[in-house]
């Protein structure tokens, strides 16, 4: 068998003075301010990053209580009120058979939102003490990136339900103030995971200070 050929060097984009642009992926010379196809304004890493990832992680960790704790759903039915929790929600689900969605509900009302608050932190902190990437770590941004409009399935659900049910005094369904407070939950999340510059996590691997 033929021997192996040496593996050459790998020269980054920054190494090589090169800036790639964070909308349309076009790469330029440093020197360049703009972009020449979007026109959006180029830096090679956004220096205030983890700052604006711990501001709005904590921010939407803080609003993801109340959705807990709080009635995510109120039906009245001939009079009377009964108020439910995301996690209650799911219970009765259960108690009325329907696993599947109960399960949909609560793999998305839970595990994803409290999965993606583990990971943006962890991705965060491994960055912050410059720690050593690897392609891995890309890979877990990208997914948190991806899935996080699915949180969203709680809120779509009160608001459908809301919209539909409401026959007076027979039975009405409102939505509750957890309700608010996951959405914004989901949606600071979300800000959050955005602020979060993916090509600091290569430049731990490189071994450039964060």
């Not at 704790?69 to 001939?78: D, Q």
């Not at 329907?98 to 491994?126: H, Q």
């Not at 891995?136 to 941004?141: N, T």
């Not at 955005?194 to 450039?208: K, V, Y």
Request: aromatic share 10%; net charge neutral; charged share 15%.
């Amino acid at each position: 068998m033929a021997n192996a050929e040496p593996a050459q060097g790998v020269i980054t984009a920054r190494a090589a003075g090169l800036i790639g642009c964070a909308e349309c992926g076009r790469v330029h010379r440093r020197d360049v301010p703009l972009c020449t196809v979007c026109g959006a304004p180029l830096q090679s890493r956004d220096t205030a990053s983890l700052q604006k990832v711990w501001a709005w992680l904590f921010a939407g960790m803080v609003v993801y209580i109340p959705a807990n704790v709080y009635p995510m759903l109120r039906t009245s039915t001939f009079g009377n009120t009964s108020d439910s929790t995301i996690v209650g929600g799911v219970l009765e689900l259960v108690d009325h058979g329907s696993y599947g969605v109960a399960f949909i509900v609560f793999f998305a009302s839970v595990v994803i939102p409290i999965s993606k608050f583990i990971a943006i932190a962890y991705l965060a902190y491994r960055v912050q003490t410059g720690k050593r990437g690897h392609a891995r770590h890309l890979h877990l941004y990208e997914v948190v990136e991806f899935i996080g409009r699915w949180s969203m399935i709680d809120v779509f659900v009160v608001a459908i339900l809301s919209a539909l049910v409401q026959l007076d005094f027979v039975a009405t369904i409102n939505p509750g103030i957890a309700a608010v407070s996951f959405a914004l939950s989901v949606a600071f999340t979300m800000v959050s995971a955005n602020s979060f510059d993916p090509r600091l996590i290569w430049d731990t691997r490189e071994g450039t200070p964060a």
